[in-house]
């Protein structure tokens, strides 16, 4: 659909939910906490919404990183067993603002089905406007059909990216302090990947859990680099992980700036294998004789 936009607010998802042309998707996710989301879903939900799990249903079992991509044929299969066919418009939401809905929006987007969105503000968002929740199960459907791409398309590996540090804009939407390497949660290194810029998801939120203005939004990117006007830059988006990394996709689609290129890997990956980091807050510079210094150590 032409122009169809990756954001939906609560008020027009409640009235096209009335109508029953909307298939919801919860894909709310606790870190630290497997099966975290899937509590919260039957704790209160949106009415007639699924439940996807990020782990699980949006993950593979194995590849470089915390939440590798599933394959394209795999994650057909899975929608289409919930009833989910190329004729269905999805809202995904979580309980983050849009953080982990965005990763079901970005794969559905890349994949070629141009009528998915992330609703905006999330759950709290469509609690605040005074809408609904429920534990009832959602109605079954009978199987989709969903036509999709056969390969992920906007998509770079570690060594691609490797490859081309110092002349890619590297986003990286981890919070500042793990982006800084003063606390790491989870990877193994603090820090950074060198010349990455850090634009937390949580600067493209408002007060309010929705996303800021497109104008606010483009203003953001460009001084990140990303909304430079050269098309021959290639933007390539980054966290932890390759999940909150398509909410600074879904933040460039909003603003009107170019697609950019998502590393699923991400820092996770990044980490895996000895790469160089970089601390505090400036992106650091990339050096060849770092990588030649790591592969000398770390073999073919």
Known sequence: MAGHSPLISPEAAAARLTRGDLRVVDVRWVMGAPGGGRAAYDTGHLPGAIFLDLDTDLTAARGPGRHPLPSPAAFRERLEAVGIGSDDEVVAYDDAGGTT???LWWMLDDL?????????GGLSAWVAAGFPVTSEPPPTRPRGTLRLHETWTKVI???GVAARLGSIVLLDARAEPRYRGEVEPIDRVPGHIPTARNIPASDGLGADGRLLDPETLADRLRETGAGVDDVDTTVVTSCGSGVTACFTSLTMRLAGLPDPILYPGSYSDWTQTGMPIATGLDPGEFRPQDLQLRDSRHGP
């Not at 070629?112 to 905006?120: I, P, Q, W």
């Open 101 to 103: 809905a965005a990763r």
């Open 112 to 120: 070629g089905h141009d009528r998915a969105s992330v609703l905006d």
């Open 157 to 159: 590996d570690r060594a």
